[in-house]
């Protein structure tokens, strides 16, 4: 496995592109402003990065509800810098291992970032990879204790570092001043409108015309608009669910008001 | 033993057979809507993965109270895809591991189920799988956090998993953040009729019809029916002991009383 | 030691009768009604093991306090179903053993009882094999989880297994979910009327008849008889304490009074 | 060394002579009623364990305060039995010992006690041995199990044995359910009146008999005799103290104000 | 590697001066009077190492709100020691490291300043290096106790030594006793005034005068000179984020009404 | 290194004079009463160890606020006595040592000491040997239980053992039931009033008779004098630091309000 090995090789350094486009499956709608938004501003991010002598480390916060985008935001904003070096810290990498795994491997993808110039991490759901559960509370601290130091650690002479990271609960690492290790950070919402809704269910060519308008009659009229909340990875999973049913639209619209109407 | 290792290596791939029957010992009795009704959202979950390119992973909670027939109805729903990797994860193959030897054994069926095209995974009762116990509260952080990455983890490209787990204790895995991790669930209720009673002691061949009626009569005027609530394995338990009795009406009546009415 | 190793398989095999003989190692003195009820309630879960297909594992937890007679009525319905495999699980064996010995141990004892076609395993003091302490409180949860999927796990193709738990703490393991893994339980009380008493002092020749008449009449004359609670098992050490004394009634009905007074 | 290793290999069965001589370092000084009853009470229990055939096995509890002789009058007791193995298990041995030592240690000085027809076992401040602190609280909790077991574990075939401990902390133990596995106890009190201590002073020998008169009575007009509390060792040691000073009355009686004063 | 791992003997001995620079990173603006003096104090700690004989040990904590400068101002008054012995302990080099390499990590360190005549060590960020997380809350009780018996072991014989030591945690330090290691502190606070923030802009150059005078009128007559607090660290990230923008003046200033008006 | 490894051999048995001359380096200074008292009631136990033949071992404990001089105290007392075998065990020497080390390095200075007639043991500062920390609190009950034996346990035959022992937290120990495996404590007190203050200044060589003369005059008249509370070893401290200002009085004056005025 030559070929394997090889790939394991160029994997490691500069860019992870196969896992990081794995985290924009389903691509980015741009459903409403916020989407924009919050792509412009990681542009920024990544010029500070670029241009700044001053502040050779930047590090940003993407929070927001469960399944409202954050991933897919961040792998595309570091995919989008173009930087030589382009690496994501995620869970799914460190299933099964130790306490002492997850700190050689975090660091390791750090060491090599200080080995290029210009270099992005995506460091995907931070409580995850903190084996975080509010039962107790438990965690792993020793890796927490890895990230709160790198998340600070100025990058050798010359070299530069944007850190992208990714959580569900902001609240959670506040209780541990992990936020004051952050420079700033963005807010991912929820799809809260039928308008977004709309654009998103086009786009999946779920319905034809005469159901689109008909789902989105039955929404209006129901005031499911009024507390509508539901992350846009939520939102193509009803819809997939509902593409397999004889009534699409009645299970559509009736999966969006049980588990999207609770804002 | 070359036929037994022979075994061992057809199970550890394709599909456990033997392990899901055992599940289902007593069949499966049809004594009541709620039963059709989960087995045919099940399908609809098996026919979701098999279509949709949207969601390769989707995962299902089957809960509800103790006895109720979760793990059985679990187990004929994996068999009914027939798909070619069918696998169960329960406790009683676990007894005896240490954490991590949990984490590699549940880590290596995920793994197996990502070289299929479709696959199946049963994870039995996760609560017993996560070695809780509510004095303390207790259990085992390193495979919580394996199961909730796992129960998350797309599987890679063109390979696509239905998760199917089981639980008595939904409300301990909401308070472990674990429920997010679940794109959909089911309730398996207890039995709380007395027809459904009636429809599996028939099934059972327990009595004649006298007693039959006898017996529906006694509890039908003793009020059992307003709040009886008993698991259909709890019933299969009462009427074989009562069939041991002398006097099997007397006794099946008596336990049923004592042990079923407290919904 | 060619001979004593050969009793170590003859005794991991098959029936362990000498331990179970130690359990009951005054004998079963029939002083009332409970006695006799709790042999013949066990005789019928030897007979439902026995004959019926659809229940092959039966679990049963006999519960009373301290002393109460719990281990030697459990080891007595064992002996009498004179199953091909009888065996004991108890924490005297178990002394000074890691849980992983432990676990190891209990496993191999059901593992051996898989292997018969019909099985009684007696578990001797549950709270203790689980080194349990209300200090903290602690147990050994890896040792309780064991027990746990042990308890529910269904024996092989055509084996058929009960199993007899004894504990003095059965509200502390229903805070464990525990109770929730027997099938039914059987309560083991104390002695409380001067009747059973007296039948067991009989028993055991310590006083004449006079003397016996003398101790009965001061002690209803006291009032002990409406708030009696004493083990039998405590009963037999308070005669054997009195027995040394050269005033036996004085000091027998004095040790009663002090110590069997706190119904 | 062959001398030490024959004493160590005597020593380690039939009778610890030398460690329990060291524990009534200073004699038994009669100084009142209590201490005979505690050793006729002590010398019944001999008995019984020598002549009663249905109790193989008894455990006494000395429990009392601080300093007030429970170990010396342990040791004397079990010397007084001349059972052909007498032993002691005390702290003093373990210093520095793991749990695991701690078990294999206990556990081997019982299977010593096994071998023999008639044996004593002192097990000293029980507390210490396991590892008590009341901060946590903490303790040892796989030696407090070792010890539960054993406490309550029948000798093998025709063996019989005696069970002396000591404790300062009754209360504790009460918690941690050990107060059950014994058969009875024996309540050790501190010196509580100026006949008992002045009693100890004539036999250690401290003052002339003017100088006794006269502490006597400045106790007795400075009312100490009321709340007088103190242990025979403290006594013996505020005696030495004294015994040092110019003014040895002086020194005594104001030291025995300060620290025995406080019932 | 010689070059290398020369340097690295260099290093561990002597003077690391790269890494103490890199915490100087923005050099020291004097933007008001509390930097002199706290440089002026720093200077009155190190002539009495070099000049008194009675108190060879001097331990100093400098505290305040994260990002006040603290690393800077004592990295700056180590290096103006001009000592031959100037070492950094900070958790940037020991991540990753387990608590026993932690703790031979800053031992070694302290044994070799005292074999140098005259020393300074900056312990920066004592929190961090204790694993300090408010969660639980947690931390190396084991690195704790190795630093609170250093910064009060005295350096053997005509050896001396200042220790500098950081934290933004001072009250966690009062719940360990470990205030009471130190002999003094000096407090370094949050920039508070207009005045200064002007300062600081002018010397990073990020303004023309017009835009400067614009940004500061905005910010006095928003009134945010009241209760402004921001640490010139904080301040620099601001500006530099600031510089990127097309609009500077608004970006600055409204960043900084965000982040720096919590006063 | 061979007089290195005869030192170290040297520095094991007999007397550990470098260390506890260390202890005393600025001497003791005897600016009042108390001082005295503590020195000859030390004496006292010197003797009682030397000839009472019913207490070879006596336990000492010396408490009272951080800097009182408590250490210093102790180690004169034991270089008094002159006794064959006076040893240190101080947190110092065991910097990074684990629990086990720890209890092996004590165990062994006590069985040293029991192969020498006299000894004396100095015990510094328990709660730092004891890796005590209030946040948890925390602390290693093993080497505590370690301690707590040693300091009951009677030396051997004819041997005789004094313990000196110190501690700022008597309170603690007592939750610890630590207090009572002492036979007596002495108590140190901090510096109240400004004679003593001014016998110490003095005694450094501080100030000329007026500048002392006008430093106390501003301390009587700024009411100080009723509410101080300050360590010989701070004052010493709080000297040095005034040694290097230009206004040496001023210096003074102003550290001892800031930190010794908190009685
Ligand atoms: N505008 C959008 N923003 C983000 N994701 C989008 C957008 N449009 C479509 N998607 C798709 O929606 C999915 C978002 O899932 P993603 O994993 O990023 O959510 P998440 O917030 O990280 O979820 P979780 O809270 O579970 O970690 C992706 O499959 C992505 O391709
Ligand atoms: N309609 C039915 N649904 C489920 N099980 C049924 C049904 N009819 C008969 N059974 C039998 O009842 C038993 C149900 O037991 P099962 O182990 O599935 O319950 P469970 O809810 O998983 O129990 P537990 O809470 O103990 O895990 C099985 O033996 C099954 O064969
Ligand atoms: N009717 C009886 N039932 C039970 N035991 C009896 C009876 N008659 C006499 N015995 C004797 O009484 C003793 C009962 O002790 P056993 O150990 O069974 O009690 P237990 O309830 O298990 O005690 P523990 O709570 O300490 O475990 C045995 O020695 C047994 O031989
Ligand atoms: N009547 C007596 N009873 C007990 N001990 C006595 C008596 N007379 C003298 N002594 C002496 O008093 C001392 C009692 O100390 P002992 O160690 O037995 O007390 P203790 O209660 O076990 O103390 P601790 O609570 O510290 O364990 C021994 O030295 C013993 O020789
Ligand atoms: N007067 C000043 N005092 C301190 N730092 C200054 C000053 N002027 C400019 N700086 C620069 O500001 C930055 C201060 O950052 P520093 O790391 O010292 O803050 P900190 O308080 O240690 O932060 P943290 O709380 O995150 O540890 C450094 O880059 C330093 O060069
Ligand atoms: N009368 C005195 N008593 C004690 N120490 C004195 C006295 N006079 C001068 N000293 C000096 O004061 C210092 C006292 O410090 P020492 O370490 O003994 O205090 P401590 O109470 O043990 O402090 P800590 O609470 O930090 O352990 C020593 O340097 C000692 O030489
Ligand atoms: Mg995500
Ligand atoms: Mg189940
Ligand atoms: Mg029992
Ligand atoms: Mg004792
Ligand atoms: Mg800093
Ligand atoms: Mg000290």
């Known amino acids: 496995d030559f070929m394997k090995s090889l790939d394991e090789v160029r994997a490691s350094f500069g860019v992870s592109e196969a896992e990081l486009k794995t985290c924009v499956a389903n691509g980015i709608i741009r459903f409403n402003a916020n989407v924009d938004r919050i792509l412009s501003d990681g542009q920024l991010f990544v010029d500070q990065v670029r241009n700044s002598s001053r502040t050779p480390l930047v590090s940003v916060l993407?929070?927001?509800p469960s399944g409202s985008g954050k991933t897919a935001l961040a792998a595309t904003i570091a995919m989008a810098s173009e930087f030589p070096f382009i690496k994501l810290i995620s869970p799914e990498a460190m299933v099964g291992y130790s306490e002492a795994s997850k700190m050689t491997h975090i660091n390791?993808?750090?060491?090599?970032?200080?080995?290029?110039?210009?270099?992005?991490?995506?460091v995907d759901c931070i409580e995850r990879i903190l084996d975080w559960v509010p039962i107790g509370?438990?965690?792993?601290?020793?890796?927490?204790?890895?990230?709160?130091?790198?998340?600070?650690?100025?990058?050798?002479?010359?070299?530069?570092?944007?850190?992208?990271a990714t959580t569900t609960n902001k609240n959670v690492l506040?209780?541990?001043?992990?936020?004051?290790?952050?420079n700033t950070d963005l807010y991912v919402p929820n799809i809260v409108d039928l308008n977004?809704?709309?654009?998103?269910?086009?786009?999946?060519q779920l319905f034809n015309q005469n159901d689109l308008n008909r789902s989105l009659t039955i929404l209006r009229d129901g005031g499911i608009g009024d507390n509508l909340s539901v992350g846009v990875k939520k939102l193509l999973m009803i819809s997939e669910m509902a593409r397999q049913d004889v009534d699409k639209v009645d299970k559509f619209v009736?999966?969006?008001i049980d588990q999207g109407g609770s804002r």
Chains 1, 2, 3, 4, 5, 6 share one sequence.
Do not use: C, W
Not at 141 to 162: G, W
Not at 174 to 182: L, P, R
């Open 254 to 256: 009736s999966t969006l």
């Open 62 to 64: 993407l929070h927001g």
């Open 108 to 122: 390791k993808i750090f060491n090599d970032a200080y080995k290029s110039p210009l270099s992005v991490i995506v």
């Open 196 to 204: 977004s809704v709309s654009k998103v269910i086009e786009e999946l």
């Open 174 to 182: 506040e209780q541990m001043d992990f936020v004051d290790a952050f």
């Open 137 to 164: 509370p438990r965690f792993s601290n020793s890796v927490l204790q890895t990230l709160l130091v790198l998340f600070k650690k100025p990058p050798p002479n010359d070299r530069k570092l944007l850190i992208l």
